[in-house]
């Protein structure tokens, strides 16, 4: 499982359910993928 955060997105790779693994525990801190790349940024 990769997360790779550019400044303008996000690029998740791997298995689905990992994927979706990782979108559940970002969503504990983040509401929108918006508001988690203005993060990164």
């Given amino acids: 499982m ?10 998740l790779v791997g298995k689905a359910w990992e994927i979706k693994a990782k979108l559940k ?6 509401a929108t993928v918006k508001e988690w ?4 940024r």
């Avoid at 990769?2 to 690029?11: L, T």
């Avoid at 525990?25 to 983040?30: D, G, W």
Wanted: glycine share 0%; charged share 30%; hydrophobic share 35%.
């Fill in 37 to 40: 790349i203005e993060a990164n």
């Fill in 2 to 11: 990769k997360v790779i955060a550019e400044k303008d997105r996000i690029i």
């Fill in 25 to 30: 525990q970002y969503n504990q801190h983040y």
